[in-house]
């Protein structure tokens, strides 16, 4: 199923129309020759070769495609119509964890990130291909990622979601009583994560992340991931769950370069993703919000999700410690509810600031991607973010 869908020109075509992801891979190896000039490298789940091509392009010594997929077939033609690189790519055509490589690789390449970062279980091939085939000391592009996550308030979509199960109070539909499945049905409707571009107006608190150092992750670290969360609320509102995106770091030599999903950022294929509580949570100004994200995968390439977020008491009585609000669901990576396809009413006015909150966590480390907005403007508009 998985590497039949990859095997398909449209959704390689897809992936490369998201002019964000494909634009800043092209400026972080070309920023970064140094790291690719007289190298040997390996691109991990090579598509349609773009990638090869571009650290071709970067002055390459040798770089071996692999693709799992029928696609590796497409890539060969793609790399053999451009004449001035193919004699220095070879397309593999096999899964990394099992295809053998000729040399050790001076730097790895890959764009092995789905959804929430995590979702079609890739990075665990990018991993295992970091331990068969990555010379000591060698690199990876991109390489580390960070999950970035910060509760939201968005009475609409939450309004939305409920509403879907509404069908289910019918007492006489045909004569019918649906009503024994309307409980069944709405957590079913918020078992699904929201896919879609967000206003970063709507975060509720400032993010935290939980980052993945791809050098030095090991396969089995991946099977589960356990991130602990504490915000304090900016503002007075009710909490509808956790909103969620990532960015990975090329850590070139010469230029170091992030790639964001962020809310506000120009848009990519990958949208963002937010966990709906079907209880949502009342919270105060600078009250502290708590809880945990555990994403645990399963055997469809994708990640159960089970998410907790607490309010305590705030003001006389607070020492004491007593939880007044929990509310937690259990979410379903693998089924999102890709909601980009209804018109989002969020424009940017040309002279907004980004989001205060998202502000203060990214300007300390994300200063490089000032151009990027300038560069890259066009949003992809596409459906599904990867295999769905
Ligand atoms: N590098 C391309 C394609 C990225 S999509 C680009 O950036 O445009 C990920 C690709 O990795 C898919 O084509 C998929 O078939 C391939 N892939 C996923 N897991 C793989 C594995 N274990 N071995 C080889 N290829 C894999």
């Given at each position: 199923?998985y590497?039949h869908?990859y095997?398909q020109?449209?959704?390689?075509?897809n992936m490369?129309?998201?002019?964000?992801r494909?634009?800043?891979?092209?400026?972080a190896?070309?920023e970064?020759?140094?790291?690719?000039?007289?190298r040997?490298?390996?691109?991990v789940?090579?598509?349609?070769g773009i990638?090869?091509?571009?650290?071709?392009?970067?002055?390459?010594?040798?770089?071996?495609?692999?693709?799992?997929?029928?696609?590796?077939e497409?890539?060969r033609k793609?790399?053999?119509?451009?004449?001035?690189?193919s004699?220095?790519?070879t397309?593999?055509?096999?899964?990394v964890e099992e295809?053998?490589?000729?040399?050790?690789?001076?730097?790895?390449?890959?764009e092995?990130m789905?959804t929430?970062?995590?979702?079609?279980r890739?990075l665990?091939?990018?991993?295992?291909?970091?331990?068969?085939?990555?010379?000591?000391?060698?690199?990876m592009?991109p390489?580390?990622?960070r999950?970035?996550m910060?509760?939201f308030s968005?009475e609409y979509?939450?309004v939305?979601?409920a509403n879907?199960?509404?069908?289910?109070?019918q007492?006489?539909?045909?004569?019918v009583n649906?009503t024994?499945?309307?409980?069944?049905?709405?957590?079913?409707?918020f078992?699904q994560p929201?896919v879609?571009?967000?206003d970063?107006?709507?975060?509720v608190?400032?993010?935290i992340?939980?980052?993945?150092?791809?050098t030095k992750v090991?396969?089995e670290?991946l099977?589960?991931?356990?991130?602990?969360?504490?915000f304090?609320?900016a503002?007075?509102t009710?909490v509808?769950g956790?909103a969620?995106?990532?960015?990975?770091?090329?850590?070139?030599s010469?230029v170091?370069?992030?790639?964001?999903t962020?809310?506000?950022?120009p848009?990519?294929h990958?949208?963002?993703?937010r966990c709906?509580l079907?209880?949502?949570?009342?919270?105060?100004?600078g009250?502290?919000?708590?809880?945990?994200?555990?994403?645990?995968?399963h055997?469809?390439?994708?990640?159960?999700?089970?998410?907790?977020?607490q309010?305590?008491?705030?003001?006389?009585g607070?020492?004491?410690?007593g939880?007044?609000?929990?509310s937690s669901?259990?979410?379903?990576?693998?089924?999102?509810?890709?909601r980009?396809?209804?018109?989002?009413?969020y424009?940017?006015?040309?002279d907004q600031?980004p989001?205060?909150?998202?502000?203060?966590?990214?300007?300390n480390?994300?200063?490089q991607?000032?151009?990027?907005?300038d560069?890259?403007?066009q949003?992809?508009?596409?459906?599904?973010?990867?295999f769905g």
């Amino acid at each position: 199923m998985y590497f039949h869908y990859y095997g398909q020109l449209l959704h390689q075509q897809n992936m490369l129309q998201d002019y964000v992801r494909t634009g800043t891979y092209y400026a972080a190896v070309i920023e970064n020759r140094a790291d690719f000039t007289g190298r040997v490298v390996v691109d991990v789940g090579a598509g349609s070769g773009i990638l090869s091509l571009f650290a071709a392009q970067a002055g390459a010594k040798h770089v071996y495609a692999v693709e799992a997929s029928e696609m590796a077939e497409y890539a060969r033609k793609l790399i053999a119509g451009n004449p001035s690189l193919s004699q220095r790519i070879t397309v593999i055509k096999g899964k990394v964890e099992e295809v053998e490589l000729p040399e050790k690789a001076d730097i790895l390449i890959s764009e092995p990130m789905g959804t929430l970062l995590v979702n079609e279980r890739m990075l665990e091939s990018y991993v295992i291909a970091r331990d068969r085939f990555l010379a000591p000391d060698g690199k990876m592009f991109p390489t580390v990622g960070r999950i970035h996550m910060a509760p939201f308030s968005d009475e609409y979509l939450f309004v939305e979601i409920a509403n879907k199960a509404l069908f289910w109070q019918q007492q006489s539909y045909y004569d019918v009583n649906l009503t024994p499945l309307y409980g069944t049905a709405f957590q079913g409707y918020f078992s699904q994560p929201v896919v879609d571009a967000f206003d970063p107006r709507l975060l509720v608190a400032p993010p935290i992340f939980h980052v993945i150092d791809f050098t030095k992750v090991k396969e089995e670290d991946l099977y589960e991931i356990d991130v602990p969360l504490r915000f304090t609320a900016a503002v007075g509102t009710r909490v509808h769950g956790l909103a969620c995106w990532f960015d990975v770091l090329f850590d070139g030599s010469t230029v170091p370069r992030w790639l964001t999903t962020a809310p506000g950022s120009p848009t990519t294929h990958w949208y963002q993703l937010r966990c709906v509580l079907s209880q949502p949570l009342y919270v105060m100004a600078g009250q502290e919000i708590t809880g945990r994200l555990h994403l645990v995968a399963h055997k469809s390439q994708s990640y159960t999700i089970y998410l907790t977020l607490q309010t305590k008491m705030w003001g006389p009585g607070a020492e004491q410690g007593g939880i007044l609000q929990t509310s937690s669901g259990k979410l379903d990576l693998k089924e999102p509810y890709y909601r980009m396809s209804q018109p989002q009413s969020y424009t940017v006015a040309q002279d907004q600031q980004p989001h205060q909150l998202l502000q203060s966590q990214e300007l300390n480390v994300q200063t490089q991607d000032i151009e990027e907005a300038d560069l890259l403007e066009q949003p992809a508009q596409n459906s599904g973010a990867h295999f769905g």
